[in-house]
């Protein structure tokens, strides 16, 4: 006679026993931060894990750490929490944007920065904004602990560059120039409570006669990782928003998709919007960099 | 909020009064399907198809059975079989050879989805384990989604039985195509040669789920003398009796429904899913059995409406006169027979008095679930296509959308295509109104378009079973056997109310089980507030007759000399000197000593229930570079009759804008090549949420229907029909451009867009 197995939970308070945790139970054992894609995962059959390992008794994944040189964000900070913080909104607004798009009000209280990192959708809406923002993922794993450029840490739909036992545990976004600003917009067919179509996460820096010091441009939803569009920056550089250069802009975001039909979006359309998109957020960081 | 031409002699009609049904839905305490739990309870669950279409050439259950926790594991084979109905069909069929074969498959799986086996297990998970344990080996076939293509000679045949049936009798081969149903009159030819200007144009709708918050649910305790008692989330627990009763060959007295507070239906809990399956289950095992449906079992294996296809050509002459109107439409049913082709035949052109006109509609079986009702079901895709082509007629003769539809409105002794003959109907105060509403002449800005359509509904009256009875402290009980979707406990305490002259504070509305009432059907077809409010005004009208006896014999009058008046008996004054009086809580106290408790029921039939008509304006707001639709505003000018209950008339006013601009917008079911549905949940199932949609203006405009004593009309229904129909006109409007094909989605927005712009247009 067969049995059904039951579901382990431990809630470690260091990162050192997640990591213990990890290393022992191996793939059957899950990082639960928010758990909102996690237990929608579980409850729709998609994943059936054996452990769940709650990382928010572990101090340094709640908190949000502000210093002149840097942010550090935990990587169990909820999208609510982010949104309460006043500093970061105004250095970062681009990046509360894109995490408070995750979700309804209620999922705000549950959904964290790291979880939407580590769930590594093509389409999660605050990657594009960390990848503009050349933010920093910080790992801790049985070799201690490593950091790996935002863009560099999903490597394909649902995959990341987490090697056995290893988990994040923060956020670092870097220090910022004196007039720069950062946007995320995303495309849904509906206003809330949607995937995106196309994300598009821009930031930019001016020179003091308004041109542009350094710019990054990142897309989501249009290949199978959020991607940086590196000619954006080329494009952007010692520039000043003008037609030809947004034209400019929108092709090399057209260029850098390689976006799939599914039932979200089609490939022309995903591929039009990415320009569209990416045009608009550009103007926003570029409207919030003059503003500082 | 208009309320217009609202009578002030009532005194709980027409008043915004405190909802019954609100403490218990705000605090959390009202029970729906999945609220309920029972002692013991087992949890059963389903195991569906992954194949649109295929043959079961065998299913192992015993590794399933032998799963520790597994107490009974069920295939069809536990399902009692039933023959095809025949010829002569109804206008609606309740073929029990296919609800059977929908509850569980037989022979062939006919939807991704379809229900193969189920298991009844001491826990959920132990229960979804053990799915994961039946082994069941098909052999798949190819599958036809389209119901145009589904029609063809090629396509492959879901039901090898099933044959065209026309009136000459069944086709020699089978096939997907049951029926067509053909409304006509006049003579198209001449009515076309009559025409100064012809639109043709071809429509297509996709199939759209209701939608409703709660999922199915229900809880069966079956008991050794084959009685069984069934907790569960219908819109008619009386319908779910007769269906479960029929199915598993039981007893109507011996199967006692209770209905639970129902989250939402619209027409999709009409009929039954897991509760066969559920009684069979606990019949096996002898404990009750709790079946709840995921939000994916939802739309895998619950009823949508139908997807459509439509061929339609008008005519008219130069001064908007419309000459002759000619409709075909391919309805999908789904896997089983049964498209609401009846109603899209009578739907197509009833608005319109139009000499020479036909509609035919074609009932197709398809490789989806099978359809339910849907909220005027049938009639809002007939209408997108009517709609469109009258609006694109008056867009081609430069005359104004309303004024065309004045020029060929129906009115008072008109018939519609399929016979039903107008009463007293307010299609032409409905116009009017539309013309002098502001929103009808105010500005538009950059990339917006205002959208203007018109929707018809006939509604249904039917049987109902009310019973009041007057407590001894002079409060009374109202109970009724309809759920209260829309509204309905809260329009039968204003009747009751109305009629005993007390206040309302002092009825009780009760839903009441299947063992406690007299049958009333469905609350569906925006009948219930009519049908069953009539049933409860007779019921009280009957307690005020034995008050009036009893108050009659405690004067020593007869009955005659007492009168009703403001919630008390009143003796006449000739019998008597002075004015004597009994107060309704006075009489309540004699009651019990006097001859009895009082009480009053009434069983009814209800005819006359009459057609209303809604119209509706949209202004939407393109975004040009991405396709992006914002409806901006929003008002549905309506005939409601009489409306009991302003708020909730509104209400669904509301709701069924709501429901259309889903519906026009975005909603769909998204396949895959293996004709697997692959949106099956509302993140990608994409109904509006409130922050899509702008304040719904409504202005009632108040015909009454002269068959029901305060003048209702159900209301429910006509707000849904022109709403999708009215979206798509605003989006086409706004860009300047065409589009016939529903969903209007950004992707395809944007390529019409962008087409046109390459066309040099």
């Not at chain 2, 061929?311 to 075909?328: F, P, Q, S």
Request: proline share 5%; net charge negative.
């Amino acid at each position: 006679m067969g049995t059904v197995t039951e579901l382990k939970y431990e809630s470690p308070e260091t990162a050192q026993a997640v990591v213990a945790l990890l290393s022992g139970v191996g793939p059957m054992a899950r990082i639960f931060a928010g758990g909102t894609d996690l237990l929608v995962q579980m409850h729709e059959e998609l994943i059936e894990p054996t452990l769940l390992i709650d990382i928010k008794g572990i101090p340094e994944t709640r908190e949000i750490d502000v210093t002149a040189d840097e942010i550090r964000i935990g990587a169990a900070v909820t999208g609510a929490e982010l949104g309460e913080h006043q500093e970061l909104k105004s250095r970062w607004p681009g990046i509360v944007e894109a995490v408070e798009l995750i979700g309804s009000y209620q999922v705000q209280g549950r959904a964290t920065i790291g979880g939407n990192l580590c769930n590594a959708s093509p389409a999660a809406d605050s990657v594009p904004a960390l990848i503009a923002a050349a933010a920093k993922v910080i790992i801790a794993g049985p070799n201690g602990t490593r950091e790996v450029p935002a863009e560099e840490f999903s490597v394909g739909p649902g995959r990341t560059c987490l090697a056995a036992g290893e988990f994040v545990t923060s956020i670092v976004l870097p220090k910022q120039n004196q007039r720069s600003g950062d946007a995320y917009l995303r495309f849904i067919p509906r206003t809330e409570m949607d995937i995106a179509v196309v994300g598009a996460g821009a930031c930019v820096s001016l020179n003091d006669d308004g041109t542009c010091a350094s710019a990054r441009l990142a897309l989501g939803a249009v290949a199978p990782t959020a991607k940086r569009v590196a000619a954006a920056t080329d494009i952007l550089q010692g520039n000043r928003l003008d037609d030809g250069v947004l034209a400019a802009l929108a092709k090399a975001a057209n260029d850098a998709c390689a976006p799939i039909d599914d039932k979200r979006g089609t490939i022309e359309f995903r591929t039009k919007v990415a320009g569209v998109l990416a045009c608009r957020a550009v103007k926003i960081a570029w409207q919030r960099a003059e503003n500082r | 909020m208009a309320n217009e031409n609202s009578t002030t002699n009532y005194k709980w009609v027409g008043k915004r009064t405190r909802r019954p049904d609100g403490v218990d839905k705000v605090t959390g305490r009202a029970r729906y399907g999945d609220d309920m739990t029972v002692p013991g309870m087992l949890y059963g669950k389903i195991l569906r198809s992954p194949h649109a279409h295929a043959k079961i050439l065998s299913i192992d259950t015993s590794k399933a059975n032998a799963l520790k926790g597994v107490k009974a594991v069920l295939t069809s084979a536990e399902i009692p079989d039933h023959p095809l109905s025949q010829p002569p069909y109804a206008p609606i069929i309740n073929d029990m050879h296919d609800i059977s074969r929908n509850v569980m498959a037989r022979d062939k799986v006919l939807y991704d989805g379809h229900a193969v086996a189920a298991v009844a297990a001491t826990s959920e998970r132990i229960a979804r384990q053990a799915l994961k344990l039946i082994d069941v080996e098909y052999e798949v076939l190819p599958h036809v989604l389209d119901p145009l293509e589904a029609a063809g000679r090629a396509a492959p045949i879901l039901h090898e039985d099933q044959f065209t049936y026309s009136a000459d009798g069944l086709s020699d081969k089978p096939s997907n195509l049951f029926r067509s149903i053909t409304g006509q009159r006049g003579d198209l030819d001449q009515g076309f040669a009559e025409a100064d200007i012809i639109v043709e144009r071809e429509f297509t709708s996709e199939p759209v789920h209701q939608g409703y918050i709660e999922p199915l649910a229900c809880i069966a305790t079956a008991s050794e003398d084959n009685c069984v008692e069934l907790w569960t989330t219908t819109q008619g627990h009386f319908v779910i009796r007769a269906l479960c009763a029929k199915l598993l060959n039981m007893d109507l007295a011996k199967v006692r429904v209770t209905a639970s507070e129902i989250g939402g239906g619209f027409g999709g809990k009409n009929t039954v899913y897991g509760e066969p399956v559920a009684i069979r289950l606990s019949q096996m095992t002898g404990r009750p059995v709790r079946m709840v449906m995921t939000r994916t079992e939802v739309f895998r294996a619950s009823g949508p409406t139908v997807g459509s296809r439509t061929r339609i050509k008008i005519g008219a002459r130069k001064d908007g006169t419309i000459t002759a109107a000619d409709a075909e439409t391919w309805y999908q049913a789904g896997a089983f027979k049964g498209a609401p082709v009846g109603r899209a035949a009578e739907t197509f052109f009833s608005s319109y008095t139009i000499k020479n006109a036909r509609a035919v509609v074609h009932d197709v079986c398809v490789n989806r679930p099978k359809v339910a009702a849907y909220r005027a079901p049938g009639a809002p895709m007939a209408a997108y296509a009517a709609e469109g082509a009258i609006n694109e007629l008056a867009s081609r003769l430069a005359m104004d959308p309303v004024d065309i539809r004045i020029k060929n409105a129906v009115r008072e002794g008109d018939e519609s295509l399929m016979g039903t003959k107008y009463g007293q109907i307010g299609l032409l105060d409905v116009l009017e109104k539309v013309k002098s509403h502001d929103h009808y002449s105010a500005p538009l800005g950059n990339n917006q378009g205002r959208g203007f359509a018109l929707g018809y509904w006939m509604h249904g009256g039917g049987l109902s079973s009310v019973s009041a009875h007057l407590l001894d402290d002079g409060t009374v009980t109202v109970a009724t056997g309809n759920p209260d979707i829309g509204g309905s406990r809260s329009s039968m305490r204003v009747m009751a109310a109305e009629e005993l002259g007390v206040d309302i504070e002092l009825i009780k509305p009760i839903v009441a089980d299947t063992g406690s009432m007299g049958y009333s059907h469905l609350t569906a077809g925006s009948r219930t507030t009519f049908a069953t409010g009539m049933a409860v005004i007779f019921a009280v009208r009957e307690i005020i007759e034995k008050l009036r006896a009893l108050a009659a014999k405690k004067w020593r009058l007869t009955i005659d000399q007492v009168t009703w008046e403001a919630g008390q008996a009143v003796a006449s004054s000739s019998s008597r000197g002075g004015i004597q009086s009994l107060s309704l809580k006075e009489l309540a106290a004699m009651a019990t000593k006097m001859g009895g408790a009082i009480a009053g029921h009434s069983e009814i039939n209800a005819g006359g229930a009459g057609a209303a008509f809604s119209a509706q304006l949209v202004d939407v707001e393109i975004d040009p570079e991405t396709g992006f639709v914002t409806p901006l505003r929003y008002t549905v000018v309506q005939d409601v009759g009489r409306a009991i209950s302003p708020d909730y008339v509104e209400g669904q006013m509301q709701g069924g804008a709501v429901q259309g601009i889903g519906w026009a917008l975005n909603e769909a079911y998204i396949y895959d090549d293996q004709a697997r549905l692959q949106n099956t949940g509302f993140l990608d199932y994409r109904m509006p949420v409130a922050s899509d949609v702008p304040m719904i203006d409504t202005v009632l405009v108040e015909v009454p229907n002269p068959n029901h004593p305060y003048g209702v009309r159900g209301v429910g229904e006509p707000c849904l029909v022109s709403a999708p129909a009215a979206v798509a006109n605003a989006v086409e409007n706004a860009i300047g451009q065409t589009m016939s094909s529903l969903p209007l989605s950004p992707p395809k927005i944007l390529k019409r867009i962008d087409e046109a712009q390459a066309a040099g247009g």
